[in-house]
């Protein structure tokens, strides 16, 4: 394993009160930490993620961060202080001995791929690097009465944030030596690295790329995280042939003919593989998978589908509904109409009760009339938030 993400969620965050533990407040049609989650794993150089959790948060998690991704390692219990967390989560990544690894604020969640990518850049340079912003407004320091006593320069001060990466084995080391050490106050894992003496790269992170500290926090990034609501349209069509089976939605049915096509020629899952990345403004199935390319010779159309899902999570954005609609004269549709949404179901990692199929004639017109081909329009509802700017 290359790069594991860890996501430090064992917080109670004393200073944003509320029914829910901060990790787990609304968040523009989300949870806080379901939208770091889902970030973090939407990033293609990411190949596990791992939550440290709160011990009382279990179901709490269950509920806020429900996807079957594999990636998704089962949480673990965290300490009675970040640095121990940190620590517990990096023992739990120590038998699939990453690399390198990312430690990230659950609390931070539009970190941008952006971000990411310059942290992983500069790791690849030295044993470890992390997103930090220079400091920008004037800095005072306080007597015992709350009263200016002096200025501090701000030349060369930088406001750390998260994800801070490490090379695997020196943090790991580092957090081992600093709890035997005793040494508990170390406030992020720079400060553990620093200690161990590692060198530690700053980067460019983004303002807003903040952490909700305080209940006035999530207020202002629910009122700045404004729903953006996309819909994409997808249509396909592949010619009947001489077969014996047809796919469609991922099931295969029997038929007295097959479709052509360079991949398995599912002509529903293309159409919803274009729906899925027109909603967010991506290159349609024919320049991400041509039929010039052998190595889509014959493959599942799911494979197309995936893609398509990890592209709209990289926005980022989450599929919220889809709806497709099969014109054929036959093969029936009734039937196989249960496992098709199951299926569709799964692949988008939706509820069934968000994935719509439909099936229609043409009344005997037209080539799908005659039965020389079918033809598949497939609609996707996803909801984007407003990039960040980096």
Same mark, same amino acid.
Request: with cysteine.
């Given at each position: 394993?290359?790069?594991?993400?860890?996501?430090?969620?064992?917080?109670?965050?004393?200073?944003?009160?509320?029914?829910?533990?901060?990790? @787990?407040?609304?968040?523009?049609?989300?949870?806080?930490?379901?939208?770091?989650? %889902?970030?973090?794993?939407?990033?293609?150089?990411?190949?596990?993620?791992?939550?440290?959790?709160?011990?009382?948060?279990?179901?709490? @998690? =269950?509920?806020?961060?429900?996807?079957?991704?594999?990636?998704?390692?089962?949480?673990?219990?965290?300490?009675?202080?970040?640095?121990?967390?940190?620590?517990?989560?990096?023992?739990?990544?120590?038998?699939?001995?990453?690399? *390198?690894?990312?430690?990230?604020?659950? %609390?931070?969640? /539009?970190?941008?791929?952006?971000?990411?990518?310059?942290?992983?850049?500069? &790791? =690849?340079?030295?044993?470890?690097?992390?997103?930090?912003?220079?400091?920008? !407004?004037?800095?005072?320091? %306080?007597?015992?009465?709350?009263?200016?006593?002096? !200025?501090?320069?701000?030349?060369?001060?930088?406001?750390?944030?998260?994800?801070?990466?490490?090379?695997?084995?020196?943090?790991?080391?580092?957090?081992?030596?600093?709890?035997?050490?005793? #040494?508990?106050?170390?406030?992020?894992?720079?400060?553990? %690295?620093?200690?161990?003496?590692?060198?530690?790269?700053?980067?460019?992170?983004?303002? *807003?790329?903040?952490?909700?500290?305080?209940? $006035?926090?999530?207020?202002?990034?629910?009122?700045?995280?404004?729903?953006?609501?996309?819909?994409?349209?997808? /249509?396909?069509?592949?010619?009947?042939?001489?077969?014996?089976?047809?796919?469609?939605?991922?099931?295969?049915?029997?038929?007295?003919?097959?479709?052509?096509?360079?991949?398995?020629?599912?002509?529903? &899952?293309?159409?919803?593989?274009?729906?899925?990345?027109?909603?967010?403004?991506?290159?349609?199935?024919?320049?991400?998978?041509?039929?010039? !390319?052998?190595?889509?010779?014959?493959?599942?159309?799911?494979? /197309?589908?995936?893609?398509?899902?990890?592209?709209? #999570?990289?926005?980022? =954005?989450?599929?919220?509904?889809? !709806?497709?609609?099969?014109?054929?004269?036959?093969?029936?549709?009734?039937? @196989?109409?249960?496992?098709?949404?199951?299926?569709?179901?799964?692949?988008?990692?939706?509820?069934?009760?968000?994935?719509?199929?439909?099936?229609?004639?043409? $009344?005997?017109?037209? /080539?799908?009339?005659?039965?020389?081909?079918?033809?598949?329009?497939?609609?996707?509802?996803?909801?984007?938030?407003?990039?960040?700017?980096?």
């Amino acid at each position: 394993m290359k790069t594991a993400a860890l996501i430090l969620a064992a917080g109670r965050g004393l200073r944003a009160p509320g029914p829910l533990p901060k990790p @787990y407040a609304p968040l523009a049609g989300d949870t806080v930490i379901g939208r770091t989650v %889902a970030v973090l794993l939407a990033h293609p150089a990411i190949d596990a993620v791992q939550v440290v959790i709160a011990a009382a948060d279990a179901q709490h @998690y =269950a509920t806020a961060v429900a996807t079957p991704d594999p990636r998704l390692l089962p949480p673990v219990t965290g300490g009675a202080s970040r640095q121990q967390s940190a620590l517990m989560g990096l023992i739990a990544l120590e038998p699939r001995a990453p690399d *390198q690894v990312l430690i990230h604020d659950a %609390a931070r969640p /539009f970190v941008t791929a952006d971000i990411i990518d310059r942290v992983l850049a500069a &790791l =690849a340079q030295g044993p470890a690097a992390i997103a930090a912003l220079p400091v920008t !407004d004037s800095l005072k320091r %306080a007597d015992a009465d709350r009263r200016v006593a002096a !200025d501090v320069d701000r030349n060369d001060l930088w406001r750390a944030q998260t994800p801070q990466g490490f090379q695997f084995a020196p943090i790991l080391a580092a957090h081992r030596a600093a709890a035997a050490a005793g #040494r508990t106050e170390m406030t992020d894992d720079a400060q553990v %690295a620093q200690w161990a003496g590692l060198a530690v790269a700053l980067v460019p992170g983004a303002e *807003q790329n903040r952490k909700l500290t305080t209940a $006035e926090d999530l207020v202002m990034a629910n009122s700045q995280a404004l729903i953006d609501v996309r819909t994409g349209l997808g /249509f396909d069509v592949h010619r009947l042939v001489a077969g014996d089976h047809v796919w469609l939605c991922g099931v295969r049915l029997a038929h007295t003919h097959g479709l052509e096509g360079h991949s398995d020629a599912d002509v529903a &899952l293309h159409a919803l593989t274009d729906a899925l990345l027109g909603a967010v403004g991506e290159a349609d199935i024919g320049q991400l998978f041509p039929n010039t !390319d052998p190595r889509w010779k014959g493959a599942p159309s799911h494979l /197309f589908v995936s893609e398509a899902v990890r592209r709209v #999570r990289l926005c980022p =954005a989450q599929v919220m509904n889809v !709806d497709i609609t099969l014109v054929c004269e036959a093969p029936r549709i009734g039937p @196989y109409r249960d496992a098709m949404r199951q299926r569709i179901a799964e692949l988008l990692e939706l509820e069934v009760g968000r994935v719509g199929l439909k099936a229609t004639t043409t $009344e005997t017109l037209g /080539f799908t009339g005659r039965r020389e081909g079918i033809a598949a329009l497939a609609t996707a509802t996803v909801v984007r938030m407003p990039r960040t700017q980096s």
